[in-house]
């Protein structure tokens, strides 16, 4: 294990992780999920989920990771080598990943068709019915959205053929602070649109006759897809921190700078809908179609700071999901290396070619493959939701089960406190353990089963 890569410092672990963290999950797919289930009850449920549950299985996660120093596939096993069943834990968290690059790397490829858009000026003056047609029609068309999700995929495998040093780390760095400032630029634009405060009480003040049972599931299930949680790939980025990295710190920060991130991408986005008069439930599409009328508005009173904010601004979401793909195409080259010792170049090319190729289906599902549906759900709807409402609580339960009864509770601690070097308090520890071994899996395991009720 002595020559396995790890992150530089403190601060490369924290971008590192909350480059897989913050992306799409945050920018395009928290929006629309609280715009489709209800606004303020569905923040106030994501809150408090990513808090007492998620935060929990982040820590378990790189726990994990950091403790058996290997890929997400032989982790577990490594840890408790009496257990052979470890073995399919392993192929899940390698299969996990591999679902949701599928289709994720189709709103990758969406995301860098935007950003040619704004290249083009093309939004400068756009109506809101004007950009939801440019929307529906684009998804619903067969060559470009195909064409955009490959050659986005391909970069993303390209980054990730360059290494864990060279490529992800100093990717992540340079982006996601620029993501941020802009997204707060956002947010002082889009509140000043007229009608802009019916968003802001949307996201903010709670109808509590909106609350329900599947309030609560998609709200779990949108926190552990944003954190990147039960898929491996914290476990995988987990296996490169440093052995003096504290552990706790690195995770609250990293789920604190998510949890921000999202609710800030809501303020941006969910006043200028209002604004737009776009109804928030529109689903997929919410942010193609709220956030070019921004720019437009925007436009018509400054055309060149307009068309300059659009650039950055689509830039910074193609480069937020790039960081999270680059972390899903990891998890499977990590596999590949360890497992079969196939070279990072090759596993790589592997991986492009099946994504891409199942990922060509999802895109077509919003236009040609349009009627091929199950449950109501087209093939892209039917990956999405599988992948964050069933497959990622099942992992996430399998590895908080794992930590709290077949990890001794010492070594937890040894792994937390660096082996006793790190003054992590033994009260906050025990906080966390029981998070971890009672809370977490009661709220994992009732929101699943629920699921399926419902
Ligand atoms: N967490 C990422 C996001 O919010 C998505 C992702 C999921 C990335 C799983 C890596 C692994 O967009």
Not at 243 to 269: K, P, Q, Y
Request: proline share 4%.
């Amino acid at each position: 294990m002595g020559n396995r890569e790890n992150f530089g410092s403190r601060r490369a672990v924290i971008y590192a992780m909350a480059g897989s963290a913050i992306g799409l999950g945050n920018i395009w797919r928290f929006p629309y999920m609280a715009g489709e289930h209800g606004g303020a009850v569905f923040v106030i449920s994501y809150i408090v989920a990513t808090l007492l549950v998620s935060l929990p299985v982040f820590i378990a996660e790189v726990t994990i990771g950091r403790r058996s120093r290997t890929s997400s596939y032989t982790a577990m096993r490594r840890l408790d080598p009496a257990h052979k069943a470890w073995r399919w834990a392993g192929l899940l968290s390698i299969f996990i990943p591999m679902v949701i690059l599928c289709y994720y790397s189709v709103i990758g490829g969406w995301s860098l068709f935007y950003l040619f858009k704004a290249c083009a000026f093309d939004f400068v003056g756009t109506s809101p019915e004007a950009a939801e047609s440019l929307f529906g029609n684009f998804i619903s068309s067969t060559w470009t959205p195909v064409g955009m999700h490959l050659v986005f995929l391909a970069v993303c495998a390209w980054v990730v053929a360059r290494g864990v040093k060279s490529g992800i780390e100093r990717f992540s760095k340079l982006t996601i602070p620029s993501l941020f400032i802009l997204v707060v630029l956002m947010i002082a634009y889009s509140l000043s649109l007229p009608g802009a405060s019916q968003g802001v009480r949307y996201l903010w003040h709670p109808d509590l006759s909106a609350l329900n049972v599947k309030t609560f599931v998609y709200a779990m299930g949108q926190s552990f897809f944003s954190l990147s949680l039960g898929m491996g790939a914290i476990i995988t980025y987990g296996s490169y921190v440093k052995s003096e990295e504290n552990l706790v710190v690195s995770s609250a920060g990293t789920a604190i700078f998510d949890l921000m991130f999202a609710l800030l991408a809501g303020m941006a986005i969910m006043p200028a809908i209002f604004a737009a008069g776009i109804k928030p439930g529109v689903g997929p599409g919410l942010i193609f179609q709220g956030i070019p009328f921004i720019f437009s508005s925007l436009g018509t009173r400054l055309p060149v700071v307009s068309s300059i904010t659009a650039i950055l601004f689509f830039l910074a979401v193609v480069v937020a999901a790039m960081t999270s793909v680059i972390s899903l195409i990891e998890v499977g080259v990590a596999f590949l290396g360890e497992r079969f010792g196939v070279a990072r170049p090759k596993a790589c090319t592997l991986i492009f070619l099946i994504c891409g190729a199942v990922g060509v289906l999802c895109s077509l599902s919003f236009g040609p493959l349009s009627g091929f549906t199950l449950v109501g759900k087209n093939l892209f709807d039917l990956f999405d939701w599988f992948a964050s409402n069933v497959l990622l609580l099942l992992m996430s339960f399998i590895v908080v089960i794992f930590v709290g009864f077949f990890m001794k509770k010492e070594d937890v601690w040894d792994e937390l406190t660096n082996g006793g070097r790190k003054t992590l308090n033994a009260k906050l520890f025990n906080i966390i353990y029981f998070l971890i071994k009672w809370v977490a899996p009661v709220c994992v395991l009732s929101i699943f089963v629920t699921n399926f009720i419902l």
